[in-house]
């Protein structure tokens, strides 16, 4: 037990950290806001002109899109492109990680759980409820939702094996800037960040139930919707145990033969 | 009269050349970004050509449509986006006391802060902005006076969006760039917005784009002279022919503001 204690102080500093910038977050805020504003009457639009399209109305449209961006921040869809492992290792700051008795994928999945518990109360909880106000939606109530921390929990979970798996480049080159913006670019459309997997084409849901990425944004949000119930709902968390594992696998396989071929830089 | 348009213009390329020679160092690294930039162009297109693909078509705009409309914008913002790039990081100027530096030098301040950071990988994002554009223009057919709106609105699309990061960069005198990421909503959130026709939102929020922050100007109204379509819309003829004189505005009103917050300054002493 005491080999934990490390990472719940890396949480602990993670989530101290996001909340000593309390303007960026309410601006933050304000950019969910008006992506939301403009997303929800796209799709109140195309909703509108077929109503109960595969059992979903506009509302429950607009419902499923203001889940996925007041989620967005929690599940760490966003990369930052100052401050993340590869540019520890560009700058050479790696090293006060090397000389500690951690791991370092665990160390960042601690770091992604207390980021996202700060999101949780500073980002989704204003950004979702101030939408359901102003849509006058609610999700209904369904015994499922007892499930949505769980689901959550594995995206995040999910969410930083990808993080890590597209920063360990940076141990073998240096950088990893183009992993980290391409992980961003597949990671909103095959996670069905704007609109969900139900409305993609069969090929295109057929890529994206295989691949990680529903996992981050997909499922949370669908279940949060009211839209994951049943078969769906046990092949959603299945399919999120299974990449969440075998995203932690690679990871530590990985960094087991990264640092033996990283040469850290600076001094 | 030439060499004082050519001389900033060379200026301008040569700091824009040194940036992308500096950004080479990592070629792998450059190599994977632009391809990467490049398909942003896929994950934004994605969401409309599926929801086009189920529901046919958004209040009468087919895909082709809505990709000429996301062509116009997207080419406007991604020139000023490359050409214009420091204005949109100004604060750190401000706060880091590199304005400074920047007013010691003889040269026109606006162009010096124009091409610091100049980012090669925007390059791309110009480019595939442009194929979308090009591409739905050969798919709709469109005509010589077609074409002709389009580039009228494109071109007005850069004035108004050099305007608009002037202006956020101005803000910045004022609140010292704690705003900094609000004027985000106005490019890449107006962009965004702009993607669809501005017949589909709300009064309040239409309102906003056609007379607020006039962006309905750079693609929706000059999209629908192309059309041909402006009264069938329920617009006066005429009011496309206004694009060029509202955008040339919004210019006018940033450069107004960044000039008067320039001459506010107080240096932070560094």
């Given at each position: 037990?005491?080999?934990?204690?490390?990472?719940?102080?890396?949480?602990?500093?993670?989530?101290?950290?996001?909340?000593?910038?309390?303007?960026?977050?309410?601006?933050?805020v304000a950019?969910?806001?008006?992506?939301?504003?403009?997303?929800?009457?796209?799709?109140?639009?195309?909703?509108?002109?077929?109503?109960?399209?595969?059992?979903?109305?506009?509302?429950?449209?607009?419902?499923?899109?203001?889940?996925?961006?007041?989620?967005?921040?929690?599940?760490?869809?966003?990369?930052?492109?100052?401050?993340?492992?590869?540019e520890?290792?560009?700058?050479?700051?790696?090293?006060?990680?090397?000389?500690?008795?951690?791991?370092?994928y665990?160390?960042?999945?601690a770091?992604?759980?207390?980021?996202?518990?700060?999101?949780?109360?500073?980002?989704?909880?204003?950004?979702?409820?101030?939408?359901?106000?102003?849509?006058?939606?609610a999700?209904?109530?369904?015994?499922?939702?007892?499930?949505?921390?769980?689901?959550?929990?594995?995206?995040?979970?999910?969410?930083?094996?990808?993080?890590?798996?597209?920063?360990?480049?940076?141990?073998?080159?240096?950088?990893?800037n183009?992993?980290?913006?391409?992980?961003?670019?597949?990671?909103?459309?095959?996670?069905?960040?704007?609109?969900?997997?139900?409305?993609?084409?069969?090929?295109?849901?057929?890529?994206?139930?295989v691949?990680?990425?529903?996992?981050?944004?997909?499922t949370?949000?669908?279940?949060?919707?009211?839209?994951?119930?049943?078969?769906?709902?046990?092949?959603?968390l299945?399919?999120?145990?299974?990449?969440f594992?075998?995203?932690a696998?690679?990871?530590?396989?990985?960094?087991?033969?990264g640092?033996?071929?990283?040469?850290?830089?600076?001094? | 009269?030439?060499?004082?348009?050519?001389?900033?213009?060379r200026?301008?390329?040569?700091?824009?050349?040194?940036?992308?020679?500096?950004?080479?160092?990592?070629?792998t690294?450059?190599?994977?970004?632009?391809?990467?930039?490049?398909?942003?162009?896929?994950?934004?297109l994605?969401?409309?050509?599926?929801l086009?693909?189920?529901?046919?078509?958004?209040?009468?705009?087919?895909?082709?449509?809505?990709?000429?409309?996301?062509?116009?914008?997207?080419?406007?913002?991604?020139?000023?986006?490359?050409?214009?790039?420091?204005?949109?990081?100004?604060?750190?100027?401000?706060?880091?006391?590199?304005?400074?530096?920047?007013?010691?030098?003889?040269?026109?301040?606006?162009?010096?802060?124009?091409?610091?950071?100049?980012?090669?990988?925007?390059?791309?994002?110009?480019?595939?902005?442009?194929?979308?554009?090009?591409?739905?223009?050969?798919?709709?057919?469109?005509?010589?006076?077609s074409l002709?709106?389009?580039?009228?609105?494109?071109?007005?699309?850069?004035?108004?969006?050099?305007?608009?990061?002037m202006?956020?960069?101005?803000?910045?005198?004022?609140?010292?760039?704690?705003?900094?990421?609000?004027?985000?909503?106005?490019?890449?959130?107006?962009?965004?917005?702009?993607?669809?026709?501005?017949?589909?939102?709300?009064?309040?929020?239409?309102?906003?784009?056609?007379?607020?922050?006039?962006?309905?100007?750079?693609?929706?109204?000059?999209?629908?002279?192309a059309?041909?379509?402006?009264?069938?819309?329920?617009w006066?003829?005429?009011?496309?022919?206004?694009?060029?004189?509202?955008?040339?505005?919004?210019?006018?009103?940033?450069?107004?503001?960044?000039?008067?917050?320039?001459?506010?300054?107080?240096?932070?002493?560094?």
């Amino acid at each position: 037990v005491g080999s934990v204690r490390p990472y719940l102080q890396f949480a602990r500093l993670a989530f101290q950290r996001r909340a000593a910038y309390r303007l960026a977050n309410w601006t933050g805020v304000a950019v969910n806001f008006f992506f939301l504003v403009v997303h929800a009457q796209v799709l109140l639009a195309f909703f509108r002109s077929r109503p109960g399209a595969l059992g979903w109305s506009p509302y429950d449209a607009v419902l499923y899109f203001s889940a996925s961006e007041a989620l967005l921040m929690v599940v760490g869809v966003f990369t930052d492109l100052r401050s993340n492992l590869a540019e520890r290792v560009r700058t050479g700051e790696i090293v006060t990680d090397l000389a500690r008795p951690i791991t370092i994928y665990c160390r960042e999945l601690a770091e992604r759980y207390g980021v996202a518990l700060y999101f949780m109360l500073a980002r989704f909880t204003p950004v979702y409820l101030g939408a359901l106000v102003l849509y006058g939606v609610a999700p209904p109530l369904k015994p499922e939702l007892l499930l949505f921390p769980v689901a959550l929990a594995l995206a995040v979970g999910v969410s930083a094996g990808l993080w890590y798996l597209a920063c360990s480049s940076a141990y073998f080159r240096d950088t990893a800037n183009g992993e980290l913006s391409a992980l961003v670019f597949v990671n909103t459309l095959l996670g069905g960040m704007v609109v969900p997997l139900d409305f993609y084409p069969d090929w295109l849901r057929a890529i994206a139930d295989v691949l990680p990425f529903r996992a981050t944004l997909y499922t949370p949000v669908a279940l949060l919707t009211g839209k994951l119930g049943g078969g769906a709902l046990v092949f959603g968390l299945v399919h999120q145990l299974f990449w969440f594992a075998a995203l932690a696998a690679a990871s530590l396989a990985i960094e087991a033969r990264g640092l033996r071929r990283l040469a850290a830089q600076g001094g | 009269m030439m060499t004082a348009i050519l001389e900033p213009l060379r200026l301008w390329a040569r700091l824009a050349l040194a940036a992308i020679h500096a950004q080479m160092q990592y070629r792998t690294s450059f190599a994977i970004q632009n391809a990467v930039m490049f398909s942003v162009v896929v994950s934004e297109l994605t969401p409309v050509w599926i929801l086009a693909k189920y529901f046919g078509s958004l209040d009468g705009w087919s895909f082709a449509e809505l990709a000429l409309l996301y062509g116009m914008v997207g080419t406007s913002w991604a020139v000023v986006e490359t050409a214009l790039r420091g204005f949109e990081n100004f604060a750190a100027y401000l706060l880091q006391g590199d304005l400074d530096r920047i007013l010691l030098r003889p040269r026109s301040v606006i162009l010096q802060v124009a091409s610091r950071d100049f980012d090669a990988r925007k390059l791309s994002r110009v480019a595939q902005a442009v194929l979308v554009l090009a591409i739905a223009c050969a798919s709709l057919r469109l005509g010589p006076t077609s074409l002709a709106w389009v580039a009228f609105g494109v071109t007005g699309g850069m004035l108004a969006f050099a305007g608009i990061v002037m202006g956020g960069a101005a803000i910045q005198f004022w609140t010292l760039g704690q705003a900094s990421e609000l004027q985000n909503i106005l490019t890449y959130g107006g962009a965004a917005a702009m993607t669809y026709p501005v017949s589909i939102y709300a009064t309040w929020f239409r309102r906003v784009l056609t007379f607020g922050v006039p962006l309905a100007f750079v693609n929706y109204f000059p999209a629908l002279a192309a059309l041909g379509r402006t009264e069938a819309a329920g617009w006066p003829a005429f009011v496309p022919w206004l694009s060029p004189l509202v955008c040339a505005l919004v210019l006018a009103l940033g450069l107004a503001a960044f000039a008067r917050g320039l001459r506010r300054y107080e240096s932070t002493g560094s």
